[in-house]
């Protein structure tokens, strides 16, 4: 059950920096003809930063497979605040013709709704979330059983070197 979050946290993401990729690329009002330049390079109303903000999902995707704790939920807060503000960006957008949802503007509300529960997913999840290399700090946790050559036996099958960092109480007979 741990890693469901992980899988939605993953496709919401990139469903995310599909749609405002997209949004971007598209015109956001009924009355540009098809081919004209939309809201990517700022001639018509709403948001030049789409593009800017498809590339923060992505490294979004990367910093919750990154960090962990507190920093993942700080990444969500962040995450989330970029999908309010896309968000206000498709919803106040003051371009000619009605809202379509297949329009720049409903591909960049949809891109922020999918930030959005990206976001709220990590930080609700941040603790219990698999963090990178934490495989190998719970390998080196072992425990020890108070026998010294039970322990011997056990680290050079775990590829201890037991005469490496020994002092000279280990020595002794």
Wanted: aromatic share 8%; charged share 20%.
């Amino acid at each position: 059950m741990r890693r469901r979050p992980l899988w939605m946290i993953v496709v919401a993401l990139l469903g995310a920096a599909a749609a405002l990729w997209g949004a971007s690329e598209l015109a956001w009002g009924d009355a540009s003809p098809p081919g004209q330049p939309g809201i990517g390079d700022g001639t018509e109303g709403g948001s030049p930063d789409l593009t800017a903000i498809a590339l923060l999902a992505l490294a979004g995707l990367a910093g919750v497979f990154a960090v962990g704790g507190w920093p993942r939920c700080v990444l969500g807060a962040i995450l989330g605040a970029a999908a309010v503000y896309t968000g206000w960006q498709a919803v106040d957008a003051q371009v000619e013709g009605g809202f379509s949802v297949w329009s720049g503007r409903g591909f960049a509300f949809l891109g922020a709704i999918l930030l959005l529960v990206a976001g709220a997913l990590v930080v609700a999840h941040a603790r219990r979330l698999p963090t990178m290399g934490a495989r190998y700090e719970a390998a080196n946790a072992r425990a020890r059983t108070g026998d010294p050559d039970k322990d011997m036996w056990d680290g050079l099958s775990e590829g201890e070197d037991p005469t490496a960092d020994s002092t000279a109480e280990d020595r002794r007979p």
